[in-house]
T-cell receptor
Framework: GQQVMQIPQYQHVQEGEDFTTYCNSSTTLSNIQWYKQRPGGHPVFLIQLVKSGEVKKQKRLTFQFGEAKKNSSLHITATQTTDVGTYFCAGGGATNKLIFGTGTLLAVQP | NAGVTQTPKFQVLKTGQSMTLQCAQDMNHEYMSWYRQDPGMGLRLIHYSVGAGITDQGEVPNGYNVSRSTTEDFPLRLLSAAPSQTSVYFC?????????????FGPGTRLTVT
């Protein structure tokens, strides 16, 4: 079945440093979604990418969808303490099943 | 709108007990799903439903039952709880076609099985 892996599992940065998490699927995806979960909270939708090679930006966050539609990345420029949390990618394969990655926990030291 | 609501927030069960986790949404969403979250494992899909009267299995369905008698409600039943079912359970909904639209998550139920 479809599997979605994320690396790294954990990242600790100093405030102001950049951060990147990578997402890889075992199968070609129809779309990829990204979510953020604050400590003790629930996942909250950030963005969806659909097209091969697509790049979208939200302020300091840049999302990319790979040309083969099997991988994606999230890059945060100049992290802030408000960026703390776990970032999940989730892959859609046109099967009605949204499969989540293992997540990357981001810690930001002031 | 309350969005997606889940009850209870916390639950402790003994091995072998049964219980139902409740999930309701007031957004008239067709698609609803249940995930469990364990450390290092991410969110794993248990069961999902594309509409009232229709349910299907996700990645880890064993030990869980679901039904969807109304658009609003999607309860998750644990028939005979096991310690391996200790986890945080999230219910989610989306307008339609679950893997192509934004998922709205409930606040979660933290379940401990002793």
């Amino acid at each position: 079945g479809q599997q979605v892996m994320q690396i790294p599992q954990y990242q600790h940065v100093q405030e102001g440093e950049d951060f990147t998490t990578y997402c890889n699927s075992s199968t070609t995806l129809s779309n990829i979604q990204w979510y953020k979960q604050r400590p003790g909270g629930h996942p909250v939708f950030l963005i969806q990418l659909v097209k091969s090679g697509e790049v979208k930006k939200q302020k300091r966050l840049t999302f990319q969808f790979g040309e083969a539609k099997k991988n994606s990345s999230l890059h945060i420029t100049a992290t802030q303490t408000t960026d703390v949390g776990t970032y999940f990618c989730a892959g859609g394969g046109a099967t009605n099943k949204l499969i989540f990655g293992t997540g990357t926990l981001l810690a930001v030291q002031p | 709108n309350a969005g997606v609501t889940q009850t209870p927030k916390f639950q402790v069960l003994k091995t072998g007990q049964s219980m139902t986790l409740q999930c309701a949404q007031d957004m008239n969403h067709e698609y609803m799903s249940w995930y469990r979250q364990d450390p290092g494992m991410g969110l794993r899909l248990i069961h999902y439903s594309v509409g009232a009267g229709i349910t299907d299995q996700g990645e880890v369905p064993n030990g869980y039952n679901v039904s969807r008698s109304t658009t609003e409600d999607f309860p998750l039943r644990l028939l005979s709880a096991a310690p391996s079912q200790t986890s945080v359970y999230f219910c989610a909904s989306s307008p339609t076609s679950g893997d192509a639209y934004e998922q709205y998550f409930g606040p979660g139920t933290r379940l401990t099985v002793t």
